[in-house]
């Protein structure tokens, strides 16, 4: 028992730094910023589900992310919809988007499937930039509505009208998400996930069936991403096709990398790098995916294991045999 | 126990198998040999469900498995191991064989399925221990598989296919002893019997002589896909054919 709340440590940590971070850095500026990294948090760490734990090269990741938003949005300003019945709506629409997707490319490998799901993933913003009549194409939606408040009566309350409010309700998700994933990770199901990933014949052969293994991971991490869509683009009060394709696929897959891949806690260091140092460093968004690119070859030379790992590595020279930030799935 | 009918399998032009029918009985040790090319991997893949058939059937305790995908096959009850080493090398030895013992939950209902979710991975296992033991691999089951000697990851991933859940009533080994040291060959024949004597069925394909002298109670030799000859090891042996498919030309 004593073992089991020692390993809840760093969640408990991750909380801590959370609530207390917008007491220790007030102002709006710090709690856009709190919001974009818990955004990227979730982005990430579902992407590490799918990417880094299972091992599929599927680069869609923004485009489920888009499903959410686009989905919740549409239905709201298209259908009236109450925003959070909408919202959703726009993660069980990810989920479908996934299952069909995952279903028809997930028994490629590597390459192939990391082309296939491109594909798709440009089909949708295609789809977007050209539905004129749904979407508004490439000018995009000028969200207009503040979500109404959600919460349990009596217990706790978001109230989006006010920007640290829509902090906490991002920051209560990122924690969700890093929490699943650990915990997912850790069960007998995240076994199979990881085996897929080191020799999927052999998990065939000794009877596991990889396909619904490795749908089941896609899915679900798709949803994640769903969630982050639905929920960041009222904040943001403008969607447009071009927030969700490959490219920011590929600025997700950074920060994993940077972070620590297949690491519980590499989505967390990566997100607060890479959200806050080009915020606080003022740089152009060209600028900022050239020095992205080369921090990434930088860490995939100097240290493979990401942030997380030269993290842990430091960690257990203080005190030997300690894994805090590197724990890996 | 398993049936093979007229097993045939092209490759393009190749005729990688050739109508090639033999019978594996319960609770015997059957070897499989042949000179390199001869289709004893091919078999086992065909057996195992990896690749299909071109003609011909694979009977299993009465039943059709071919067409069956891998992972049914294995729930049927047939582990297999490969002539290229395959285990889990990110996890510790023991972690290998925690992960086969796992119920194989996807394909069950959903709430089984759902229920499995918060489990947390295995909890200790006497069976696990006592395997590890006979092999002497316990003081290394905290070590990743990946960095155990060739020779040990090979007795581990021989446990795995012990362990898998359901236990598999018939084995396959793909050339178990090529590339392990003498003190572990006669480790795994020792195992081989001992599991034998419980009841498991085994299929060896093996280059090395002695291993199939000392374990096998039939051999089937095969040669281009052909079967060339059929018999107790020490009449094999000295069959002319397999002489020749060994020696000749
Ligand atoms: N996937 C494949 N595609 C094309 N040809 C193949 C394939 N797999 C096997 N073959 C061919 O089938 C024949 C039999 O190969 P197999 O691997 O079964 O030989 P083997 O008896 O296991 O030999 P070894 O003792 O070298 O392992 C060979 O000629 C091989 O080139
Ligand atoms: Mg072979």
């Known amino acids: 028992m004593a073992r089991r709340s020692w390993q809840a440590l760093p969640l408990v940590g991750l909380l801590a730094a959370g609530v207390l971070y917008p007491r220790l850095l007030p102002g709006d500026y710090f709690l856009h910023l709190g919001i974009v990294v818990s955004l990227y948090i979730i982005l990430t760490s579902s992407l590490n589900l799918i990417m880094g734990i299972t091992g599929q090269f599927a680069i869609a990741h923004a485009a489920f992310y888009g499903v959410g938003a686009y989905g919740s949005i549409l239905l709201v300003t298209r259908l009236g919809v109450p925003y959070w019945w909408a919202w959703a709506a726009g993660i069980l629409l990810a989920g479908i988007a996934a299952l069909i997707i995952g279903a028809s490319t997930l028994h490629l490998k590597g390459a192939y499937l990391a082309i296939c799901t491109f594909a798709f993933s440009e089909l949708f913003r295609l789809l977007l930039d050209n539905w004129i009549s749904l979407t508004n194409g490439a000018n995009g939606i000028i969200i207009r509505f503040v979500p109404p408040p959600i919460g349990i009566p009596g217990l706790f309350r978001f109230d989006l009208g006010s920007r640290r409010s829509y902090y906490y309700l991002m920051f209560t998700f990122a924690l969700v998400t890093v929490w699943f994933v650990r915990r997912l990770a850790r069960s007998d199901l995240g076994r199979v996930l990881g085996a897929i990933r080191q020799d999927e014949t052999l998990a065939l052969t000794a009877g596991f069936d990889t396909r619904r293994y490795k749908l089941l991971a896609f899915t679900v991490g798709s949803m994640y991403a769903g969630l982050a869509g639905a929920t960041y683009a009222p904040y943001l009060s403008y969607i447009a096709p071009d927030l969700f394709d490959v490219n920011e696929t590929i600025y997700i897959m950074m920060i994993m990398m940077i972070g620590g891949i297949r690491s519980i806690w590499g989505p967390v260091w990566g997100s607060i790098l890479l959200v806050s140092l080009p915020q606080a460093l003022d740089i152009t968004p060209l600028l900022r995916m050239i020095a992205y690119g080369l921090v990434l070859i930088l860490v995939m030379i100097r240290m493979p294991d990401g942030l997380a790992g030269f993290l842990d590595r430091l960690v257990s020279r203080l005190r030997p045999g300690g894994t805090w930030f590197g724990e890996k799935a | ?249």
């Not at chain 2, 090979?154 to 362990?163: E, I, P, Q, T, Y």
């Open chain 2, 1 to 249: 126990m398993l049936t093979l009918a007229d097993v045939t399998k092209r490759f393009g032009g190749i005729l990688a198998l050739d109508g090639v029918s033999f019978q594996v009985r319960a609770g015997c040790i059957v070897g499989l040999i042949g000179p390199n090319g001869s289709g004893k991997t091919v078999m086992l893949n065909l057996i195992s469900g990896l690749s299909r058939l071109d003609g011909g059937q694979i009977l299993f305790r009465g039943d059709r498995i071919d067409g069956l995908p891998p992972y049914a096959v294995a729930r049927r009850g047939i582990g297999r191991t490969f002539q290229l080493l395959k285990l889990f090398p990110d996890l510790t030895v023991r972690q290998n064989l925690e992960l086969m013992r796992q119920p194989r939950l996807m394909g069950s209902n959903l709430q089984t399925m759902l229920a499995s979710l918060p489990r947390v991975a295995t909890g200790p296992s006497a069976e696990i221990d006592a395997l590890l033991e006979m092999v002497g691999l316990h003081d290394k089951q905290r070590e990743r598989a990946g960095s155990l000697s060739y020779g040990q990851q090979k007795l581990v991933a021989f446990l795995n296919v012990l362990c898998m859940n359901p236990e598999p009533e018939l084995i396959l080994l793909d050339e178990p002893a090529a590339g392990v040291n003498p003190t572990m060959i006669n480790t795994l024949i020792r195992q081989v019997q001992h599991f034998r004597e419980r009841g498991k069925t085994f299929l060896v394909v093996e280059h090395d002589l002695k291993v199939i002298m000392d374990l096998c109670d039939t051999v089937v030799v095969l040669d281009h896909g052909r079967r060339i000859a059929e018999g107790p090891p020490a009449k094999v042996r000295q069959d002319p054919a397999v002489m020749e498919a060994y020696f000749g030309r």
